[in-house]
């Protein structure tokens, strides 16, 4: 079945770039996406990239796929400590409400002064 | 700003006991959603809802585990009897029905200990 993989732990120095990788086994994901976790919270979508992009920029989020290995990376420029939280990639095969979602285990950021 | 409503936010049971969930999705969302979370794991799929429809319960436990959504609207998942391992966060989330893309929308969780 479908798999999303990703390391447990990323510890980055306040101001520096984070960058989360992740990969995926399913070839006929359509849409990518990377959410934010805080302590106690439930998950929050941050952005998303379809399937035919190689990368995607919003403000201090880049997201690049290589889609040829099935590798996804999110990168946090000038990373603060509101940056703590578990990070997932998840994949999904469509855009539609009937999709599933797969998600991987999630990156835990901390941030060191 | 609307948000998916879920209570209650910490549940401590023992096993064999009874235990439920509720969940009120964001008004107007079409599809709600189940999730369990295990501590260190990603959200894994329970049920998905199509107004008041099942169009997915591949992965909930039906022996002990149901699910309704009796109006279409807020929702009620229960276990019977817990177990050891249900231990976890329960998760909701709601979408809309749009075109373009389907941006699930999560409400806080509700964190499950089963003594």
């Known amino acids: 079945g479908e798999d999303v993989e990703q390391s447990l732990f990323l510890s980055v120095r306040e101001g520096d770039s984070s960058v989360i990788n992740c990969t995926y086994t399913d070839s006929s994901s359509t849409y990518l996406y990377w959410y934010k976790q805080e302590p106690g919270a439930g998950l929050q979508l941050l952005t998303y990239?379809?399937?035919?992009?190689d990368m995607k920029q919003d403000q201090r989020l880049t997201v690049l796929l290589n889609k040829k290995d099935k590798h996804l990376s999110l990168r946090i420029a000038d990373t603060q400590t509101g940056d703590s939280a578990i990070y997932f990639c998840a994949e999904s095969g469509g855009y539609s409400s009937a999709s599933k979602i797969i998600f991987g285990s999630g990156t835990r950021l901390s941030i060191r002064p | 700003e609307a948000e998916v409503a879920q209570s209650p936010r910490y549940k401590i049971t023992e096993k064999s006991q009874a235990v439920a969930f509720w969940c009120d999705p964001i008004s107007g969302h079409a599809t709600l959603y189940w999730y369990r979370q295990i501590l260190g794991q990603g959200p894994e799929l329970l049920v998905q809802f199509q107004d008041e429809s099942v169009v997915d319960d591949s992965q909930l436990p039906k022996d002990r585990f149901s699910a309704e959504r009796l109006k279409g609207v807020d929702s009620t998942l229960k276990i019977q009897p817990a177990e050891l391992g249900d231990s976890a966060m329960y998760l909701c989330a709601s979408s809309s029905n749009v075109v373009y893309f389907n941006e699930q929308f999560f409400g806080p969780g509700t964190r499950l200990t089963v003594l």
């Open positions: 990239i379809f399937s035919n992009m």
